[in-house]
């Protein structure tokens, strides 16, 4: 069973950036589709982006411009570089493929915050 791994989230103020990272423990990542999606309390889990082999991308409406997504396969490492981050950021992120298909990891806890 593959397991993810996210890492790399904090406190950040309003307008401050992060980047998370995203580690699989099989080489999944370099064949298939890898998306980054966030949820907050009492919400169903939400696309934020996500990256094909290939490197093509796509996001949110909520945050295209501020953030990107991208890879590197051979560490089989997905990254997510968040800019401008705002107060409704704020959230668990977590990755998986794209759709999703493996066990959910533990996800990284990001909070925007002044």
């Known amino acids: 069973q593959v397991q993810l791994v996210e890492s790399g989230g904090g406190l950040v103020q309003p307008g401050g950036s992060l980047r998370l990272s995203c580690a699989a423990s099989?080489?999944?990542?370099?064949?298939?589709?890898v998306g980054w999606y966030r949820q907050v309390p009492r919400k169903e889990r939400a696309f934020v982006a996500s990256?094909?082999?290939?490197?093509?991308?796509n996001y949110a409406d909520s945050v295209k411009g501020r953030f990107t997504i991208s890879r590197d396969n051979a560490k089989n490492t997905v990254y997510l570089q968040m800019n401008s981050l705002k107060l409704e950021d704020t959230a668990v992120y977590y990755c998986?493929?794209?759709?999703?298909?493996?066990?959910w990891g533990q996800g990284t806890q990001v909070t925007v915050s002044s």
């Open positions: 998986n493929t794209n759709p999703a298909y493996y066990d």
């Open positions: 099989g080489s999944i990542f370099s064949i298939t589709d």
């Open positions: 990256i094909t082999p290939g490197g093509s991308t």
